[in-house]
């Protein structure tokens, strides 16, 4: 995909992330709540929302291939959908960094519904690199930072 800020578009998909990124994954048991309840609150970046982090632009729902900018701490986020995740037992999207980004990589946000107990996992998994001068010099402050987001994230899938 043009545009982007890398080059491993989708990788967040795979078991191994790609060499030579900072990497997240994160999971958090929801209990046995409604999957399209918790995929309502994904596809309507109210995951973004509820953690403060607020949408200037794009559209309303996710969709393949949408530019979705955000705002967080007086910082511009661009993104672009690259993968929508709609199956019976698993919903979620990955967006990839565009330029202007603080950052240079992509996250995934899913909901996986054990068939046999019901429960609902939330997972959000991404690899990145700084990207502008701020996030350079933020160093281990912004992984900190991150890794708080996510926990941030992972509770806001809560219904």
């Known amino acids: 995909m043009t545009g982007l800020t890398y080059d491993e578009v989708?990788?967040?998909?795979?078991?191994?992330?790609?060499?030579?990124?900072?990497?997240?994954?994160?999971?958090?048991?929801?209990g046995q709540?409604?999957?399209?309840d918790v995929a309502e609150i994904l596809m309507t970046w109210r995951v973004q929302s509820r953690s403060g982090v607020?949408?200037?632009d794009g559209p309303r729902r996710v969709v393949l291939d949408a530019e979705v900018t955000f705002r967080f701490l007086g910082q511009k986020i661009p993104c672009r959908v690259?993968?929508?995740?709609?199956?019976r037992d698993l919903r979620g999207f990955?967006?990839?960094?565009?330029?202007?980004?603080?950052?240079s990589g992509e996250?995934?946000?899913?909901?996986r519904r054990d068939p046999t107990t019901g429960e609902i996992t939330a997972?959000?998994?991404?690899?990145s690199n700084p990207a502008?001068?701020?996030t350079r010099i933020a160093g281990p402050a912004g992984r900190l930072l991150q890794r708080t987001m996510t926990r941030r994230y992972l509770a806001a899938m809560i219904p």
Do not use: K, M, N
Not at 11 to 22: F, K, N, Q
Not at 107 to 111: D, H, L
């Open 33 to 36: 709540v409604d999957l399209d």
């Open 82 to 87: 690259v993968e929508v995740v709609e199956e």
């Open 10 to 30: 989708g990788a967040t998909a795979e078991a191994v992330l790609p060499a030579g990124y900072h990497h997240l994954r994160a999971s958090r048991s929801l």
């Open 54 to 56: 607020w949408q200037v």
């Open 94 to 103: 990955a967006y990839g960094t565009l330029p202007g980004h603080p950052e």
């Open 123 to 127: 997972t959000i998994t991404a690899f």
């Open 107 to 111: 996250e995934r946000f899913e909901a």
């Open 132 to 134: 502008t001068w701020p």
